[in-house]
């Protein structure tokens, strides 16, 4: 499996403008998580999803974030509008859950966000 | 509500000598415990998790961590450190229920191994 594929990998964007970050779990997988990590912060969950659903979006920073899993293969993180506070990189991750416990997540390679 | 804490922003070692990354954790009752590791421009890659039965723990490329319920702490070990070994370390922390996949994330620890 080629794993968890985030696109794209960096993003530079003006203020005001709308950002849609993409991620494609692992095959199989049916969580999936979207973190923000910054150097003031650190690694923040901001929402994740069981078979498509969202289960908890207590994260999310604010009502100009939102995201979304159509199905299975494909999640959307979407800022609108964006703002210079924004910036940070952006992690997908998925993981099975099937066992009944917290199972090993699998972290994409990120999305490096700059709001200028 | 559970939390991590990684006490040292950074742990410098020399190469070859053994290391500690420590951590400590609150939850309500019983945890899921997590190392990951970080290299620059990397998403986190999973080194060892703690589930149930023996407190040590081993995992990829010669680490271990051990499990101290009284202690609340699930430090990351390695015997002798590589160069190769500098990177980002994470501990992490789940509940034993409901919503053990909301997995709660420490600020990291770089740690630095020193020719």
């Known amino acids: 499996d080629a794993g968890v594929i985030q696109s794209p990998r960096h993003e530079v964007t003006e203020m005001g403008q709308e950002v849609t970050l993409r991620c494609k779990p692992i095959s199989g997988h049916d969580y999936l998580f979207w973190y923000r990590q910054t150097m003031m912060r650190g690694l923040e969950l901001l929402i994740y999803?069981?078979?498509?659903?969202?289960?908890?979006d207590s994260g999310m920073p604010e009502d100009r974030f939102s995201a979304k899993m159509p199905n299975a293969s494909f999640s959307t993180l979407k800022i609108q509008p964006s703002e210079p506070r924004d910036s940070a990189v952006y992690f997908c991750?998925?993981?099975?859950?099937?066992?009944?416990?917290?199972?090993?997540?699998?972290f994409g390679p990120g999305t490096r966000l700059l709001v200028l | 509500a559970q939390s991590v804490a990684q006490p040292e922003d950074q742990v410098k070692v020399a190469e070859g000598n053994p290391l500690t990354v420590k951590c400590t954790y609150s939850v309500s009752g019983n945890p899921y415990l997590f190392w990951y590791v970080q290299y620059p421009n990397r998403g986190l890659q999973f080194l060892l998790k703690?589930?149930?039965?023996?407190?040590l723990v081993k995992g990829s490329y010669g680490f271990e961590a051990e499990f101290n319920k009284s202690q609340t702490s699930f430090h990351l070990k390695k015997p002798s450190a590589l160069v190769s070994d500098s990177a980002l370390y994470f501990c992490?922390?789940?509940?034993?229920?409901?919503?053990?996949?909301?997995?709660?994330f420490g600020t990291g620890t770089k740690l630095q191994v020193i020719p």
């Open positions: 991750a998925s993981s099975l859950g099937t066992s009944g416990r917290a199972e090993t997540q699998y």
């Open positions: 992490a922390v789940a509940p034993r229920s409901g919503g053990y996949q909301k997995v709660t």
């Open positions: 999803f069981n078979n498509n659903v969202p289960i908890d």
């Open positions: 703690y589930i149930t039965g023996d407190n």
